[in-house]
């Protein structure tokens, strides 16, 4: 083909068979990395999310939403820690309670009153699950100017649920201050929200005694509490602590 002639083709906006193929060839050649690096990029941006899921959120522990009063029998002269492991069902069924410690003549009372409290189940995976929460009851001394208190080892249980979840445990303990001139009495339930590295990092009031609250979080917050697990990794969780108040006017230990 003359310069002319292929000048003048080129204009009207024609190009001939092989001029043609040449540029497809280009064309395709330049087009091929874009199509898989674009592929691998949207298998990125929708990886990322589920792997931080998986090593953050992948498990969200169950809560309490609500609680009644726990009763201190006058004939018990008993005083000291109650724990309770609660296997909370999806289905909303009561749930099934283990003792983890025990206080002979409070243990059978506490299980029947906090298997009556309201719960939501953990979720897994974004789903509600079967999940297991740990409810501690200190049932406090009208004359907790002592406050320690020794707690013996939790007992053995089945495995909690669901499958690689430990929750969280305490392992030093004190009693809440029963102020001198106070006439308060009754239960305070706390909410207590445990961060991955086993401190406090929240308390919400579920049953309030307002002269005795303020102590029984002052109490918690004193305590050390080894951090719940999920498959090995420390993770945010719940745990139910209720203070127990008895009369200063009844002596217990």
Same mark, same amino acid.
């Given at each position: ?50 792997? /931080? ?10 809560? =309490? ?17 109650? $724990?309770?492991?609660?296997?909370? @069902? ?43 929460? $740990? ?12 406050? @320690? ?7 053995? $249980?089945?495995? +909690? ?44 009031? =579920?049953?309030?005694? +307002? ?10 917050? /004193?305590?050390?509490?080894? +951090? ?24 217990? /230990?």
């Amino acid at each position: 083909m003359s310069l002319i002639t292929r000048h003048f083709v080129l204009n009207l906006g024609f190009s001939p068979p092989n001029l043609r193929e040449s540029n497809n060839m280009k064309m395709k050649m330049k087009s091929k990395p874009i199509a898989p690096a674009a592929l691998l990029l949207g298998i990125a941006l929708f990886c990322a999310p589920q792997a /931080r899921l998986s090593a953050r959120d992948r498990f969200v522990p169950p809560d =309490i939403t609500s609680a009644s009063e726990i009763p201190f029998p006058v004939e018990v002269v008993a005083s000291g820690l109650v $724990t309770l492991a609660l296997n909370i @069902s999806v289905a909303g069924q009561p749930p099934d309670v283990q003792v983890l410690r025990d206080i002979p003549g409070l243990t059978s009372l506490t299980s029947s009153i906090v298997k009556g409290w309201s719960y939501t189940p953990g979720k897994l995976d974004g789903n509600p699950a079967p999940s297991t929460i $740990t409810v501690e009851v200190v049932f406090n001394p009208g004359d907790s100017l002592n406050q @320690s208190m020794k707690i013996a080892p939790v007992a053995p $249980t089945p495995p +909690p649920f669901p499958a690689g979840y430990l929750p969280p445990e305490v392992s030093v303990v004190s009693f809440a201050l029963y102020q001198p001139n106070s006439v308060g009495v009754g239960t305070v339930v706390l909410d207590v929200t445990i961060d991955k590295y086993g401190s406090v990092k929240k308390t919400d009031v =579920i049953r309030d005694v +307002p002269s005795l609250t303020p102590e029984a979080i002052a109490a918690v917050k /004193r305590w050390t509490i080894n +951090p719940a697990t999920f498959n090995g990794k420390a993770i945010i969780s719940k745990l139910v602590v209720a203070f127990v108040f008895r009369s200063p006017t009844m002596t217990t /230990r």
